[in-house]
Structures are given as C-alpha cells and as structure tokens.
T-cell receptor
Framework: DTAVSQTPKYLVTQMGNDKSIKCEQN?????MYWYKQDSKKFLKIMFS???????INETVPNRFSPKSPDKAHLNLHINSLELGDSAVYFC??????????????FGSGTRLTVV | AQTVTQSQPEMSVQEAETVTLSCTYD???????LFWYKQPPSRQMILVIR??????QNATENRFSVNFQKAAKSFSLKISDSQLGDTAMYFC?????????????FGKGTKLSVIP
C-alpha cells in the first residue's frame, strides 16, 4: 500500500548508458515531480507534470526526459549517463492546486551511481 | 525568486534535551505554506510539521513545534525531549501560492545528531 513507489531503489551503471527510473502513486494526486538530491544533500526540482502535462521544466540537460503515460505515473529517462549524474532522485506527488498545505508525498528515492 | 535559508549546517543535542533549528525564507507573496521535512539515514523524506502563512497560531505535532514569525520571515523548528530516532537531516521548505507553479522549494538542510 505504498503511496509513492519508485523503482529501482539502487542503480549502478556505466558512463554512456541509457537508464530509466519509474514512479507510481496511488494517492489520486494530480501532480507529480522529480527532484535531484546531490552529494551535499541539496534537493532541487527537475520536472513537474500536472495531469500528464509538463508544467515545470527546470534547467536540466536534455539528456533527461520525463514521460507521463497517465497521471499516476511519471518516469524519468536519462540518456548518455555522465559521472555528474550520480545522485539520489526522488519522485513526489501532490494534489494540485488545492490542499498543498499538506505538502508533497515523496517516494523512497533512487540512488544512481555512474561509474 | 523564492529562497529558503538554513544557517546551521550541523547541530547536535543530548538525548532528552531541546533543540531549535533555524530557517528564514524570502517571498514577495502573502500566501504560502511552510514545512519541515525529516530525512533519516533511510533516505525517506518525512513531513514533520506544516504551517499555513495565514494562521497566526504556531503549529505543534507532539514533540515538534514551530516558531513562525511572518514579519521576520522566520520559521524555526523546536524539538523537545530529543530522541535518538530524531537523528536526521532536517529540511525547511515552502510553497508559494498565487501566480506560479506551486513549487516546493527546499533549504540546504541541517544535519541533526542526537547524542546518547
């Protein structure tokens, strides 16, 4: 009965590879997000989708592409992985725009290590 | 631009004592929500407490309470009777309402260690 689930939890891959991280929420929320947490623990938003429509697209390399097949899923595809992509990636969801006073609900994160 | 500042990168407290984590923010809007999230070593992001800007009363959740000073744009977290399980990174965050994308913006975090 996990609210926001991400897979995989750990991902180790070589430079130049293409990988995907999947995210699903069963909360009925309208909006989903991807955050990146760097080695200094700083959390920065990457993308946001509201009901399958992209509404936030921060300055990230175009090697990163989100895909939302429906409002319960938001996947993150990363092409041509680089060492600097190593980080923890969090998926989150929220009701939009009402009830934001409850904040976002986060998945457990995916630790990506590029070697 | 909206920013959140946590001026204490690391703090420690003795078990059963009280500790206060500081947070200031900058916004031109009058309506917003404030949050404290906890990230233990398990990596999970856990909502600790939340505050609506239009409410003057400080939020309280068991051993956790906030001191919300709207004019000073300050939102500190007080943890009473600290427990070993409180050891974690604590992030202050807010969502600005009005025109915009309702983005949850985080501070850089405070690493709290509870010492037995």
């Amino acid at each position: 009965d996990t609210a926001v689930s991400q897979t995989p939890k750990y991902l180790v891959t070589q430079m130049g590879n293409d990988k995907s991280i999947k995210c699903e929420q069963n909360l009925g929320h309208d909006t989903m997000y991807w955050y990146k947490q760097d080695s200094k623990k700083f959390l920065k938003i990457m993308f946001s989708y509201n009901n399958k429509e992209l509404i936030i697209n921060e300055t990230v390399p175009n090697r990163f592409s989100p895909k939302s097949p429906d409002k319960a899923h938001l996947n993150l595809h990363i092409n041509s992985l680089e060492l600097g992509d190593s980080a923890v990636y969090f998926c989150a969801s929220s009701p939009f725009p009402g009830r934001l006073n409850y904040g976002y609900t986060f998945g457990s994160g995916t630790r990506l290590t590029v070697v | 631009a909206q920013t959140v500042t946590q001026s204490q990168p690391e703090m420690s407290v003795q078990e059963a004592e009280t500790v206060t984590l500081s947070c200031t923010y900058d916004t031109s809007e009058n309506n917003y929500y404030l949050f404290w999230y906890k990230q233990p070593p398990s990596r999970q992001m856990i909502l600790v407490i939340r505050q609506e800007a239009y409410k003057q009363q400080n939020a309280t959740e068991n051993r956790f309470s906030v001191n919300f000073q709207k004019a000073a744009k300050s939102f500190s977290l007080k943890i009473s009777d600290s427990q070993l399980g409180d050891t974690a990174m604590y992030f202050c965050a807010f969502i600005q309402l009005g025109a915009g994308s309702y983005q949850l913006t985080f501070g850089k975090g405070t690493k709290l260690s509870v010492i037995p």
